[in-house]
């Protein structure tokens, strides 16, 4: 018989795992409160950079390099594989990562070394960013990245296509401790039911579960991020401690992010615009006077060492978690997917699910 799963949450964690679960056989329907792809209130897969990468990877534990490495590996091939599927096109670029002084150079040549990542230490001034002409840099050319809006489109199509029932602005309540998940009602009332259901809620997977027996970390982690259009734009993504620039392929720049620990508040500040422009500025000084063309920010879902919970819930028989992926749930989404599908039908986990286990 065939497997109903309920997914709650339509982020790119959720359409992932739905994906992963329609390619298994299984009946899927996810439940979003708001549009899948689309940004009403925060929600951090639409508001992200799109970097397929995890910045710094020397400073995580390898748990969060190992999700962050083999997803990177399936980007190229997914978004090919989307767009021939869907027609849209998720801008995924092999655009390179600059790193600027100052960081750890021993550390990340050492890391690099290690994973195979090629990496070169070279003059910033090498990449026409004339305001950095002395500083030494390191250039990573494989980093990658997808613009997210699009993704998730391409993503939002390939569900409809698949036959993946989207309910969209349906909105679960809190969960209430049981042993087994049978039905699970709607803020309106409604009930549905499924034989398994996994929790992808982002930054409210905390609210809804913290009546049952998991203790998840997880809180919103507000992050805010600019739009140029310069008339000459960056070839490459552009790193110094904790500001990055990113540059569209049809000439948009991002520039951000913040890091705020400031609850579910999503809304942007004119605080941080002038200080990510005060950034932007100091390594592209053309931008100044330039309009900011927009302005965003989405709650990441903030964990202890950027570690997600990718497991079963510790009471709860046929409940799943999937959550938890702060600055790297783009990047880590279809690995992640992968290991709570195997978990969830009893298959022999390709990666070990031990550090990811729930608390
Ligand atoms: C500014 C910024 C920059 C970032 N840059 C990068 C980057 O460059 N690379 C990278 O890898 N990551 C990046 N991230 C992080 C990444 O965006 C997140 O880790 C990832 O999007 C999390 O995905 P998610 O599906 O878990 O959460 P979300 O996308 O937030 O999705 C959760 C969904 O659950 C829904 N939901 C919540 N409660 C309920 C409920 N009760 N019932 C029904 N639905 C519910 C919400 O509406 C939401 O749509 C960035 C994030 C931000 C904010």
Known sequence: ???????????????????????????????????????????????????IFPLLPWLYADAVN???????????????????????????????????????IAAATAWCNNNQLPAESIKASAFAVQSLSGEDALWLPTVCQIRPPYFMQAMRRWLEQNNITLLENTE????????????????????????????????????????TSAQL?????????????????????????????????????LAGSTLEDVGFEAAVTREVRDEISAKAEAIMPELKGMPIIKHWSGL?????????????HPSIENLYLNTGHFRYGLTMAPASAKLIVDLMQGDKPTLDASPYACP
């Not at 990441?300 to 079963?312: H, M, Q």
């Open 1 to 51: 018989m065939t497997k109903k799963v309920v997914i709650v949450g339509g982020g790119i964690v959720g359409c992932m795992t739905a994906m992963e679960l329609v390619k298994r056989g299984c009946e899927v329907t996810i439940v979003e409160r708001n549009q899948i792809a689309s940004q009403t209130s925060g929600e951090s897969s639409w508001a992200g950079g799109g970097i």
């Open 66 to 104: 190992v999700l962050t490495n083999h997803s990177a590996n399936t980007y190229r091939e997914l978004s090919v594989r989307l767009q021939y599927e869907t027609g849209i096109d998720a801008h995924f670029e092999q655009s390179g990562f600059l790193l600027l002084p100052t960081f750890d």
């Open 172 to 211: 679960l309540v809190p969960l209430q401790q049981t042993a087994v998940l049978n039905t699970w009602k709607t803020l309106k009332g409604d009930t549905l039911t499924a034989d398994q259901f996994v929790v992808t809620s982002g930054a409210w997977s905390f609210d809804l579960l913290k009546q």
């Open 217 to 253: 970390n997880i809180k919103p982690m507000r992050g805010q991020i600019l739009l140029y259009k310069p008339q000459k734009n960056l070839k490459q993504i552009v790193y110094r401690e904790g500001f990055y620039m990113i540059p569209r392929r049809d000439g948009y720049l």
């Open 300 to 312: 990441r879902p903030g964990t202890p060492e950027n570690l997600p919970t990718i497991s079963a």
